[in-house]
């Protein structure tokens, strides 16, 4: 099973060597205009799902079974 960096990395490229494919050219300037039309920004690169409450995402010190 890939770890979560080659998972990565592997997602990475192939939307680079899709957008390659869309725009029938390697020139960067064409290939980065191929972005989601759901991109906002730069650094837009997440969708929000779901948020997880604090007391359903981390365990209570007293019930942890650390005796320290």
Known sequence: ???MIQAGLYSATMHYLKAIEATGT?????VM????EE????WDLYKLLATVP???AFR??????CRW
């Open 39 to 42: 991109s906002k920004g730069e």
């Open 26 to 30: 390697d020139q960067a300037p064409k």
């Open 1 to 3: 099973m890939p770890t």
């Open 54 to 56: 604090d007391d359903e």
């Open 60 to 65: 209570p010190l007293d019930k942890g079974g």
């Open 33 to 36: 205009a191929q972005r989601p």
